[in-house]
């Protein structure tokens, strides 16, 4: 099952216009981003590819509001994010993103649903709001049955459905994953981007992953190339060009 790409008229919540990120300065400078344009309108799934040192972390770093460009616009729903403060971008990320990595990053002798309440315990929610929540989470990616269990009494697929739950208690507007499937074997991989693709059609996520596997890019429904720090091709998944 692949993501359907929404209509194009629809008005874009991410836009990206003429971004760079230059890292050091003089003979030393190296530019991992030369002027990239991007629009991503809500409810897309939009994977990320390019090879290593090609950009794509970078611009995703930068998507994440974890790292500024050195120059150009990233709007978010209008809001010019290179101009906001450090704690408006943690505001940001905390209130509408919601991250995915390759490594788990779960709390190894916490329960699954202490791990899925942490951001809520950063957002000042009431103990049986975090509760009544984290379960919620759980249940929409199948593991309300193991709240009360540890992440070391979990398989890599359930701990990586976990962290997926952890990215989507607070309801964000953006899930942004860095290669959700590298920890986990082909079948387990496939069950979480069936999860995502489902989440992206039945909540209207807009997610934004990053992947080096083209089986894994193939759920998405559009594909943006990454090369040398420019994009090199924009497409809908399943086009040439």
């Given at each position: 099952m692949?993501?359907?790409?929404?209509?194009a008229?629809t008005?874009?919540?991410?836009?990206?216009?003429g971004?760079?990120?230059?890292y050091g300065?003089g003979?030393?400078?190296?530019?991992?981003?030369?002027g990239i344009?991007?629009?991503?309108?809500?409810g897309?799934?939009?994977a990320i590819m390019?090879?290593?040192?090609s950009?794509k972390s970078?611009?995703?770093?930068i998507?994440?509001c974890?790292?500024?460009?050195?120059s150009?616009?990233y709007?978010?729903e209008?809001?010019?994010v290179e101009?906001?403060s450090?704690d408006?971008?943690?505001?940001?990320?905390?209130?509408?993103?919601?991250?995915?990595?390759q490594?788990f990053?779960?709390?190894a002798?916490?329960t699954?649903q202490e791990?899925?309440e942490?951001?809520?315990?950063?957002?000042g929610?009431?103990?049986?709001?975090?509760h009544?929540?984290?379960?919620?989470?759980?249940?929409?990616v199948?593991?309300?049955?193991?709240a009360?269990?540890?992440?070391?009494?979990?398989?890599?697929?359930q701990q990586q459905?976990v962290a997926?739950?952890?990215?989507i208690?607070?309801n964000?507007?953006?899930l942004l994953?860095?290669?959700?499937t590298?920890?986990?074997?082909s079948?387990?991989?496939?069950?979480?981007?069936?999860l995502?693709v489902n989440?992206?059609?039945?909540?209207?996520?807009?997610?934004?992953?990053?992947?080096?596997?083209?089986d894994i890019?193939?759920?998405?429904?559009?594909?943006?190339?990454f090369v040398?720090?420019?994009i090199?091709?924009d497409?809908?998944?399943?086009?040439?060009?």
């Open positions: 692949k993501a359907e790409s929404p209509h008229g008005d874009a919540l991410i836009t990206l216009a971004i760079t990120k230059t300065h003979q030393a400078a190296f530019q991992a981003l030369s344009d991007l629009a991503i309108r809500q897309e799934f939009v390019g090879p290593s040192g950009g970078t611009a995703m770093n998507l994440g974890l790292d500024t460009p050195t150009g616009a709007l978010f209008g809001v010019h101009h906001l450090r408006q971008r943690a505001l940001l990320r905390r209130h509408y993103l919601g991250f995915v990595f490594g990053n779960l709390l002798r916490t699954a791990n899925v942490l951001p809520l315990l950063y957002r929610e009431t103990a049986q709001a975090r009544e929540l984290a379960l919620g989470a759980l249940r929409s199948g593991l309300e049955e193991w009360y269990h540890t992440s070391s009494e979990l398989s890599g697929g459905r997926i739950a952890r990215a208690v607070t964000p507007k953006v994953a860095d290669e959700p590298g920890n986990l074997d079948k387990r991989g496939h069950e979480i981007m069936e995502l989440m992206n059609r039945e909540h209207g996520i807009t997610i934004l992953m990053v992947t080096h596997e083209p890019a193939a759920y998405a429904g559009r594909i943006v190339h040398d720090g420019k090199a091709r497409a809908v998944n399943g086009e040439t060009a």
